[in-house]
């Protein structure tokens, strides 16, 4: 056992209210339903487990938080050291007046759906994202012209050494599918500033969205959305995917989606490295064709096998 590893014997950890799962496999967590294991799996009971975990773990122990895993591609070798988890603690909405307090482990769809009882309008855009809040936060997620800076008042997070923050929209600088959050920050709530609105009018917008996205989008496929980011230059990454030729492009069961050519699929069997040697392929050839970099949107973590 390396000196890494030791450090991850039970006796090591710090004594927590939530749960610890060693080896998690990781495909049963992302939505591309591959991964290797990640050594350690924490899904702390509340903030202050988390906290508290935080500022007990062992020093060298690496911390790599996750929300449902819908951006993510997690490498074949796995992920070394602890993933942590936010679950059922960190799942409260709350509203107030026009502010609507929500939990990072919150769907989004779930916060979308709260504001449309509410008669609050905002945050329709969040219904289709099947991520949660704090993976909202940590990627500005957005669609349909809106984004999760349009509407953030604040949100708190802790840091590495388990104490709690709060910080407000005008004090990070969020950009296009970048929080820009603190390194090693852990986002726990956040607060968005909505409109009141007739529901009726929410919930037409609210299944108009679900609508495109549904004639748009594989959204029943094990994908990680879209794959690359849209270049600055004002041209969509889909077109010049498709440009290149690279629509239903395969590497084995790894496939550029024959109905959004800026989503992959892992048909099956695809492994990690499958899908991340298809888009480096498709990078390659939209350089080729169009002269355009493209930029991975999708976070590729862990080690390769
Ligand atoms: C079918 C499909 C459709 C999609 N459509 C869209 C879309 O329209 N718009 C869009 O923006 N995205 C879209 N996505 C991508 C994805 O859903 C979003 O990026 C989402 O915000 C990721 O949230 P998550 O909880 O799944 O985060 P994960 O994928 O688990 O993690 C993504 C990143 O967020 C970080 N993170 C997660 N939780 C926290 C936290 N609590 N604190 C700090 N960092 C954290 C992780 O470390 C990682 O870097 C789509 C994905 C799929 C599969």
């Given amino acids: 056992m390396t000196q890494f590893k030791e450090s991850l014997a039970i006796e090591k950890l710090p004594s927590v209210q939530g749960r610890y799962s060693f080896g998690h496999l990781m ?32 020093s060298n122990l690496a911390i790599t938080c996750i ?54 309008s905002g945050l329709e855009f969040l219904v289709g994202i099947p991520g949660t809040i704090g993976g909202a936060l940590a990627m500005n997620a957005g669609a349909y012209e809106n984004e999760t800076k349009d509407f953030l008042e604040w949100f708190e997070f802790v840091d590495q050494q388990g104490v709690l923050h709060r910080l407000h ?57 879209s794959t690359f980011k849209n270049p600055s230059q004002g041209s969509k990454a889909w077109e010049l995917i498709d440009l290149a030729g690279c629509r239903g492009l395969r590497i084995g069961d790894a496939q550029v989606s024959e109905k959004h050519c800026n ?27 169009t002269g355009q970099e493209l930029e991975w949107e999708i976070i590729r973590i862990g080690s390769r096998l």
Wanted: charged share 25%; hydrophobic share 40%.
């Fill in 67 to 120: 929300g449902a895993g819908s951006n993510l591609l997690v490498r074949d070798g796995g992920i070394e050291g602890c993933v942590v988890k936010l679950g059922s603690g960190f799942s409260d909405i709350s509203i107030e007046n026009d502010l609507v307090i929500a939990g990072a482990g919150c769907l989004d769809r779930t916060v979308a759906m709260k504001c449309q009882e509410a008669g609050l």
């Fill in 263 to 289: 989503f992959l699929l892992n048909l099956d069997a695809a492994r990690a490295n499958d899908i991340e040697a298809l888009g480096t392929m498709v990078q390659k050839k939209v350089k080729e064709i």
């Fill in 27 to 58: 495909s049963q967590t992302t939505w591309f339903k591959v991964g290797g294991a990640a050594d350690l799996l924490f899904r702390p009971a509340d903030t202050v487990d988390l906290c508290h975990f935080l500022k007990n773990k062992p």
């Fill in 169 to 225: 929209t005008n004090e990070i600088h969020m950009t296009y599918r970048h929080g820009n959050l603190p390194a090693g920050a852990i986002a726990v709530r956040a607060a968005f500033r909505c409109i009141k609105k007739d529901p009726n009018e929410i919930r037409i917008k609210v299944s108009d969205y679900l609508h495109k996205r549904e004639e748009s989008q594989p959204i029943r496929g094990r994908t990680g959305g």
